[in-house]
């Protein structure tokens, strides 16, 4: 039973920032990977970025050094930082937890949260 809901989006202008948040119910997150995913209207969701167990980050070349993921394991919540944010930025971004079972992945979603950048 895990749950993930967003928050945090909205209406910015270019070269503004904003910061979402994915809180998670349950009991795995500590041990769970997580990520962000994005998807804009007519285009394909895709990989924003990713954080490990151990913290380790990732990156998309399209966000890197604009975006940061972190994790606070005391609050079950994962953030995304984004900055410099761009019109191409706009998109439904998705909180996502990787469960791991018996060598396979189990991927929970949260609702999404609308990101639109525009002045």
């Known amino acids: 039973q895990v749950q993930l809901v967003e928050s945090g989006g909205g209406l910015v202008q270019p070269g503004g920032s904003l910061r979402l948040s994915c809180a998670v119910s349950?009991?795995?997150?500590?041990?769970?990977?997580m990520g962000w995913h994005r998807q804009a209207p007519g285009k394909q969701r895709e990989l924003v970025a990713t954080?490990?167990?151990?913290?380790?980050?990732n990156y998309a070349d399209s966000v890197k050094g604009r975006f940061t993921i972190s994790r606070d394991n005391a609050k079950n919540t994962m953030y995304l930082q984004m900055n410099s944010l761009k019109p191409e930025d706009t998109a439904v971004y998705y909180c996502?937890?990787?469960?791991?079972?018996?060598?396979?992945?189990?991927?929970?979603w949260g609702q999404g949260t609308q990101v639109t950048v525009s002045s």
């Open positions: 954080i490990t167990i151990g913290s380790r980050t």
């Open positions: 349950g009991t795995f997150f500590s041990l769970s990977n």
């Open positions: 996502n937890l990787r469960k791991t079972q018996f060598g396979r992945d189990y991927d929970y």
